[in-house]
């Protein structure tokens, strides 16, 4: 990636000239708002809601940026946006048990864009204004079943990437590395049954779906079936991570879908290594002049999270996709390149302050777009 090092070389430069003093001042001080913030929660989980009934438990997860910037360059042109703080997203969870093997799991989705995520074919800019939206992020029923399974039934985060599903990066990134969250994505209506298998010196999780294949509604009779395996060495603190999954995706039940994933999960003291090969296929999507063509998104990534301390975290990340981009004769390739360099701040264990820069590089099959962008995010995330 063209410049790459000349740009960290920068941003480091620029860090070391930063006050430590004036920063940890506000880091101070950002900590006593999260514990006045973490009590006024704690009475707020322990209230009863009188119109949904005693034992609900409620939680949620809060996203905004203080700070964030892309410049860089479309098809050789120098663009930029400017810089912009507010708030990104907000999720709220309600649990309730109904009994001892039955309960209930909803959670709206408040989210909020203005547009700011550099990408292919677009001038890197932002909207004026933002744009709101609400959805269900998840709902559904859990049934605890015999021999120790679990059933889930409704509107769920299947683990097609775990990286993904679990949302694990939440506390890591502000964003996702451009391209990758075309690829890891996949939130759908069905079922999954859960049950981990436990050995002496190993375990072997598995899950097993049958989705709609486009979340809240379906338009054809088949189902997509994927099945998600995570075998754990508990030794060697290694968790080796798959995916396999098929189904069809037209009206008419003719055209397949496919889903492959493949990678691994090691912890080495402080250091935690995290990678997956993604693969999804649909075969014959429409171009727009009236043929069809296979459309491909593949890609992988590698995450290193090193602990620092434990309130400091440093992290890289590199991914590298090809998108499918419908064309008019024939269907081109959207290739995104990213590395990011950040480091976070952990004000309690579900409280984070996340900073990285994101390096971009991506470039069109036909040659027709090519962008070259540094985003820098300043964020806070927390999980109640």
């Not at 609900?56 to 810089?83: A, L, W």
């Not at 703080?85 to 907000?90: E, K, L, P, Q, V």
């Not at 989210?111 to 800019?125: F, M, Q, R, Y």
Request: charged share 25%; aromatic share 12%; hydrophobic share 35%.
């Amino acid at each position: 990636m063209k410049n790459i090092t000349v740009t960290i070389f920068v941003v480091l430069i620029s860090i070391a000239f930063l006050k430590p003093n004036a920063f940890a001042d506000k880091i101070t001080e950002l900590e006593k708002k999260v514990e006045s913030l973490e009590t006024s929660v704690g009475q707020l989980k322990a209230k009863s809601y009188e119109g949904l009934g005693t034992g609900v438990e409620v939680g949620g997860h809060f996203r905004m940026y203080m700070f964030d910037k892309s410049d860089g360059k479309r098809n050789g042109i120098k663009q930029h946006n400017n810089v912009s703080a507010g708030i990104n997203s907000f999720y709220l969870s309600f649990k309730k048990e109904l009994s001892d093997y039955l309960s209930m799991y909803v959670e709206p989705e408040i989210s909020v864009s203005a547009s700011a995520t550099p990408s292919l074919g677009s001038d890197i800019t932002r909207a004026t204004s933002a744009t709101t939206s609400t959805s269900f992020h998840r709902a559904y029923m859990l049934v605890s079943l015999p021999n120790d399974m679990v059933l889930k039934a409704g509107l769920i985060s299947p683990l097609f990437s775990e990286e993904y599903g679990t949302e694990i990066w939440w506390h890591e990134l502000n964003h996702q590395n451009k391209g990758l969250d075309m690829v890891e994505t996949m939130s759908d209506q069905g079922l999954e049954l859960y049950k981990n298998f436990d050995f002496e010196e190993w375990s072997l999780p598995l899950y097993l779906y049958l989705l709609n294949g486009k979340s809240l509604v379906d338009d054809n009779h088949s189902k997509i079936v994927l099945l998600h395996f995570a075998p754990e060495l508990l030794q060697a603190k290694l968790r080796l991570l798959g995916s396999i999954g098929y189904g069809k995706w037209d009206t008419n039940d003719d055209y397949a879908q496919r889903r492959y994933a493949l990678g691994f999960d090691w912890k080495y003291n402080a250091l935690n290594i995290m990678s997956e090969y993604l693969y999804r296929s649909d075969d014959n999507v429409s171009l727009s002049g009236g043929n069809k063509e296979d459309g491909k998104r593949t890609g992988y990534y590698i995450r290193a999270l090193y602990n620092i301390t434990p309130k400091w975290k440093g992290l890289v990340k590199y991914s590298n996709v090809d998108l499918y981009k419908t064309g008019t004769t024939f269907m081109r390739t959207d290739n995104y390149e990213v590395l990011t360099v950040g480091i976070n701040y952990l004000i309690t264990e579900t409280s984070t302050i996340i900073s990285h820069v994101s390096f971009c590089d991506a470039e069109r099959s036909d040659n027709s777009e090519t962008l070259k962008n540094a985003r820098t995010t300043i964020g806070w995330r927390t999980t109640f």
